[in-house]
């Protein structure tokens, strides 16, 4: 079924500019959440929020980019704004998330789409067993691929899902992107996060990147990103690929740029292995005012013994919420 919200216009109209209001991707932050997995590093996991935590998801790597984990509280370090916050909540734990796959259609991925398939039952198969998925493939218009549902752990329903349709079209990637963000915020995981495998080239849409960027930062997702190696203008290439860059860098997610669509099946699996492998952060914000400015965030690590110039990825930042935001963690 094609994905769509309230404001969004029958597929056989022309969609208007800014029908996803920035505040409906806020929506979903509830006043109180709890979530609970069996299992896994730290034992059950079982974490409640009230309205004024902000929720950090970090992955820790050293230069060579492996990662590390079992780290304890004191080894972090949470500034915002240059100024130094205390940890209120810490967790080593591999939670269930709500996460989609967004594939792009279009009829310039035609030779590329059976590695797309590929690698998004990868990522599914690679992933927690728990996590709830959501399967979106776009080209001119965007659809999500579940019959009947809006999110399933089952890989022979993501598997059916991912082969549902066939390339064709042009390419409204930030339009999906931007629905698909929007879609996250039905699931009932509080970390959630987008996989999205195109090679970011937009010729359709009625979005900005701009308008997505913004939303990206208020939506709490991180988004990892596939670049397919583009044959488009070189201009368009360059720009898609600063866009991909830009848009992982400020979610906390990650951009991959692989010179061969073999790699893509491997990349999946990496872009798994890196959301199972986080640490959760929470604190209060010592600002405390409700004025809708964004503040930057950064994760500094002190390494223990064996290591050094360990780093810390999360999102670049967030909104604060505004005097008549709805109220939820950050």
Same mark, same amino acid.
């Given at each position: 079924?094609?994905?769509?919200?309230?404001?969004?216009?029958?597929?056989?109209?022309?969609?208007?500019?800014?029908?996803?209001?920035?505040?409906?991707?806020?929506?979903?932050?509830?006043?109180?959440?709890?979530?609970?997995?069996?299992?896994?590093?730290?034992?059950?996991?079982?974490?409640?929020?009230?309205? !004024?935590?902000?929720?950090?998801?970090?992955?820790?790597?050293?230069?060579?980019?492996?990662?590390?984990?079992?780290?304890?509280?004191?080894?972090?370090?949470?500034?915002?704004?240059?100024?130094?916050?205390?940890?209120?909540?810490?967790?080593?734990?591999?939670?269930?998330?709500?996460?989609?796959?967004?594939?792009?259609?279009?009829?310039?991925?035609?030779?590329?789409?059976?590695?797309?398939?590929?690698?998004?039952?990868?990522?599914?198969?690679?992933?927690?067993?728990?996590?709830?998925?959501?399967?979106?493939?776009?080209?001119? !218009?965007?659809?999500?691929?579940?019959?009947?549902?809006?999110?399933?752990?089952?890989?022979?329903?993501?598997?059916?899902?991912?082969?549902?349709?066939?390339?064709?079209?042009?390419?409204?990637?930030?339009?999906?992107?931007?629905?698909?963000?929007?879609?996250?915020?039905?699931?009932?995981?509080?970390?959630?996060?987008?996989?999205?495998?195109? !090679?970011?080239?937009?010729?359709?849409?009625?979005?900005?990147?701009?308008?997505?960027?913004?939303?990206?930062?208020?939506?709490?997702?991180?988004?990892?990103?596939?670049?397919?190696?583009?044959?488009?203008?070189?201009?368009?290439?360059?720009?898609?690929?600063?866009?991909?860059?830009?848009?992982?860098?400020?979610?906390?997610?990650?951009?991959?740029?692989?010179?061969?669509?073999?790699?893509?099946?491997?990349?999946?699996?990496?872009?798994?292995?890196?959301?199972?492998?986080?640490?959760?952060?929470?604190?209060?914000?010592?600002?405390?005012?409700?004025?809708?400015?964004?503040?930057?965030?950064?994760?500094?690590?002190?390494?223990?013994?064996?290591?050094?110039?360990?780093?810390?990825?999360?999102?670049?930042?967030?909104?604060?919420?505004?005097?008549?935001?709805?109220?939820?963690?950050?």
């Amino acid at each position: 079924m094609r994905l769509r919200n309230s404001d969004a216009s029958p597929p056989s109209r022309k969609r208007g500019a800014g029908v996803w209001a920035a505040a409906g991707l806020l929506l979903a932050a509830a006043s109180l959440w709890a979530q609970t997995r069996p299992g896994g590093r730290g034992g059950d996991f079982k974490l409640e929020v009230d309205v !004024d935590l902000v929720v950090l998801h970090a992955t820790v790597v050293d230069t060579s980019g492996h990662y590390v984990t079992e780290l304890v509280t004191d080894r972090f370090k949470v500034f915002e704004d240059g100024v130094a916050q205390k940890v209120a909540v810490f967790r080593d734990e591999d939670v269930p998330i709500t996460v989609g796959l967004v594939l792009d259609n279009s009829g310039s991925m035609r030779e590329n789409r059976r590695a797309m398939i590929t690698g998004g039952l990868a990522f599914a198969q690679s992933s927690n067993p728990l996590d709830e998925v959501f399967v979106v493939n776009f080209m001119d !218009d965007y659809y999500l691929e579940l019959e009947g549902k809006e999110f399933t752990s089952e890989i022979s329903e993501l598997k059916a899902a991912l082969e549902k349709t066939v390339t064709q079209g042009n390419t409204a990637y930030y339009d999906a992107v931007r629905a698909s963000l929007q879609h996250l915020q039905q699931g009932t995981r509080q970390k959630k996060a987008l996989l999205v495998i195109s !090679d970011g080239v937009d010729n359709t849409s009625v979005s900005s990147f701009d308008t997505l960027l913004t939303e990206a930062q208020q939506a709490e997702a991180a988004i990892y990103l596939i670049g397919l190696p583009c044959a488009e203008e070189k201009r368009d290439c360059r720009r898609a690929k600063r866009n991909l860059r830009k848009l992982a860098e400020v979610t906390g997610g990650l951009s991959y740029f692989p010179t061969s669509i073999e790699e893509v099946e491997s990349l999946c699996r990496s872009v798994a292995h890196d959301i199972r492998n986080q640490y959760v952060l929470g604190y209060y914000p010592t600002n405390r005012a409700r004025d809708g400015s964004y503040r930057r965030v950064e994760v500094r690590i002190n390494p223990p013994k064996g290591h050094k110039n360990l780093i810390a990825r999360t999102r670049s930042g967030y909104y604060a919420p505004s005097g008549d935001s709805p109220t939820g963690s950050q």
